[in-house]
């Protein structure tokens, strides 16, 4: 078990790429209440990336940030603040493996939610599970933190792995500019486990 909640907590501090203190923010807009106004698609083809553990589509010009990446964790952010001197708004797309297999992801979950709270706490930060269910015909399972950056996690289950989705807004006034949202939520609904 010791051994399970340090592989858990290195998964959890590498998915934290640019992760700095905590404070309390809070986001106004839901995964699945996507608003009918939204201005349109940027017109551009989405890249789309394919992995040994999956394929999703970066869309609205945001860009892949090979510093911050490696085989098993995809970085990006918006195009132009690759070479920040502060840590920009950035999305990790990141895959990794668990003791459990999809009938245990709820002891998955558990276990996730015990290293967030312990990584939110460590900045006097607050993290919860907020929510669960399918998108795409995946299971996830949706972790706020509430801390700088505010960060979403959403946790795809695999069999034996899993595939993480991290949000982490720095700027929450640029975050609608930047289209963070969209950009995540394109890369949750494109997200396909390899054949």
Known sequence: MKNLKRILALTLAASFLFTASCSTLSRTRNHSDRDEDKEEDSGEDPEIYET?????????????????????????????????STPPNNIVVR???????????????????DQVEQ???????????????????????????????????????????FVMVGVCVYDEDEAEDDHIWDVSEDILNSFEWPD
């Not at 010009?61 to 964790?73: C, F, I, K, R, T």
């Not at 299971?139 to 700088?148: A, E, G, H, P, S």
Request: aromatic share 18%.
């Open 119 to 161: 990584q939110a706490q460590q900045y006097g930060g607050t993290a919860r599970m907020e929510s669960s269910g399918t998108i795409n015909g995946n299971d996830y399972y949706r972790f706020i933190l509430d801390c700088t950056p505010y960060t979403e996690q959403y946790y795809f289950i695999g069999d034996h792995e």
């Open 52 to 84: 040994d553990w999956g394929t999703f589509e970066i869309t609205h010009g945001w860009v892949y940030v090979p510093s911050q990446s490696n085989d098993e964790a995809y970085c990006f952010c918006e195009a132009g603040n690759e070479n920040s």
């Open 95 to 113: 895959h990794g493996d668990n003791y459990y297999s999809p009938e245990e992801s709820s002891t998955f979950a558990i276990a996730i939610l």
